[in-house]
């Protein structure tokens, strides 16, 4: 069998859409799965489309997302150069190798005279029927073609397509697509006026020396493939054309219509991988790296929409993804992009991320409110991150839960105050800060018990005690157990808290 070798082609024309990534990521797996070796080639021949700036975002995105390259513009690789505005030479051979067969031919006509065409005939197309009576090296004499040439006249190179001829594109997960030849019109597949070949012209010419054998892509270039096909017939490299694999698209929320950068504006959630300043027009566009989403939650998301492993299993790390993906479980149907699972995604790898990991994440963000992180003792920020983990879908979020364990409250939520907090409720928390000076060691096993015991003798309200008490130390009567946060506080901290909240808590009128 042919060793499997793929690519990802993105032209670096804006951010890479999560769309885009999600392309990567398939032909990722694929490729390690089949052993096979993953290419990243920049697809820059549209310099009207360059964007400064994208080439370097596209390879940031994959790095983050643990996407790895294996040949590419900074891998290197026996294929290079692996970015195509660096292989012009190349393409020019393959230019005059079609020429040269008759398999494609000069045109001249300006974009003036093709919009007079279009005006004039209905449904204008450049092709088999209207050819002859265009101003190319077919319809003209040879000198006549020469002689522009020569006097420096702008030409494309168009693909001479046989009318009524089946093309059939066998794609892995759509099957066979028959289309019939004549509704093809003869592409532009090179421009004299920037000395480059179109997309069509260097993407086969490179899927072929690079010997790719699986094309993976969007629908959206489904449309293209027939022509894809005649030209690797063209050159006659049919026994090496790749297999087509058209991955489905990526709707919309409601799954009307494709997904957009303005549905993400709209409805509050990122399209990108990481964000963007665009270089024009300054506006940034929010990425899920910044939106704070662990990348190994971004590439389940991504995995299932699309592809699902034929049971309701959905949580799978990359070398378990790498194990199960298959183009058979792939939909022909769009996959509705549901930006509330991509959330429920990142809640369960947060809640399931080691506690030690998770506090290093989560400095950052103590840093963002004014906490120094290394006046706590590594374990301690690892105990307190561990403790609200599971109400959190993102690490910003773990502040709210847990920002007690490094401020002690200096204001006292009112409508638990107005609940818990009596006439005689200080009296009990005085006795409290004693009974809890008695005890020596401060563990929650030990404590709650004692202080469990101190309540019932003396008939407390147990749930007005507990909850002044927890006033007193989180500020408000929410959060973990109580003697697992006094644990991790310790006596004098626990202490010091319940005498500010005696001295500062006062019964509501
Ligand atoms: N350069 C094309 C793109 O931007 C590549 C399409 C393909 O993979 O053939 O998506």
Redesign the pocket.
Known sequence: MRKVRVRF???PTGPLHIGGVRTALYNYLFARQMGGSMILRI?DTDSTRFVPGAEEYINEALQWLGIGIDEGVREGGDYGPYKQSERRDIYRTYVKQLLDAGKAYYAFDTPEELDAKRAEVANFQYDASTRMSMRNSLSMPADEVQALIDGGHKWVVRFKIEPNREVLVNDLIRGEVRINSSVLDDKVLYKSADDLPT?HLA?IVDDHLMEVSH?I?GEE?LPSAPLHVLLYEAFGWTDTMPQWVHLPLLLKPDGKGKLSKRDGDRLGFPVFPLEWHDPKSGDISSGYREAGYLPQAVINFLALLGWNPGDDREIFAIDDLIKEFSFEHCSKKGAKFDYEKGKWFNHEYLSAMDDAQLAQLFKPVMAQHGVDATAFADEYIATAVGLVKNRCNFVKDLWDNCAFFFVAPHTYAEKDVRKRWKEGTDAIMTELIGVLEGIADFSATATEPIVLDWIKAHEYHMGNVMNAFRLTVVGECKGPHMFVITEALGKAETIARIKRGIDNIKPAE
């Open positions: 082609a993105p032209s697809e997309y993407n094309v892509r270039w």
